[in-house]
């Protein structure tokens, strides 16, 4: 059993409201199609905001709201998914126009 499937049936189990069911389903069916979208460069990482480090993690960026989107600093609140995809367009946009990194090995002879 997959991870989403797994998460999916806790939901069910727990007696989530049937509108928090319906955004996380939201949240999980865009999430999914972000390696079409940007392929390995990005990586997401789902916090429970119920959770302890959820708890932390909402107090120490002062959300309130959910769901809440971090992409490189840049925040998001909402569910338009779209914006959340403008933020990791752009993020990558700048990291590629950063240029490399030179290389400082030294040769002695």
Not at 77 to 99: C, I, N, T
Request: proline share 5%.
């Amino acid at each position: 059993m997959g991870l989403r499937q797994k998460v999916q049936r806790e939901m069910l189990e727990t007696g989530l409201p049937e509108d928090l069911k319906q955004e996380f389903h939201q949240l999980s069916e865009w999430a999914h199609t972000l390696p079409e979208k940007f392929g390995r460069r990005v990586r997401i990482r789902l916090v429970d905001a119920a959770s302890i480090e959820g708890f932390f993690k909402s107090l120490l960026r002062r959300v309130g709201r959910y769901p809440a989107f971090s992409v490189d600093g840049a925040r998001y609140v909402g569910a338009d998914f779209s914006r959340v995809d403008a933020l990791v367009s752009q993020a990558l946009r700048q990291k590629e126009a950063q240029p490399a990194p030179r290389s400082t090995a030294s040769t002695s002879n």
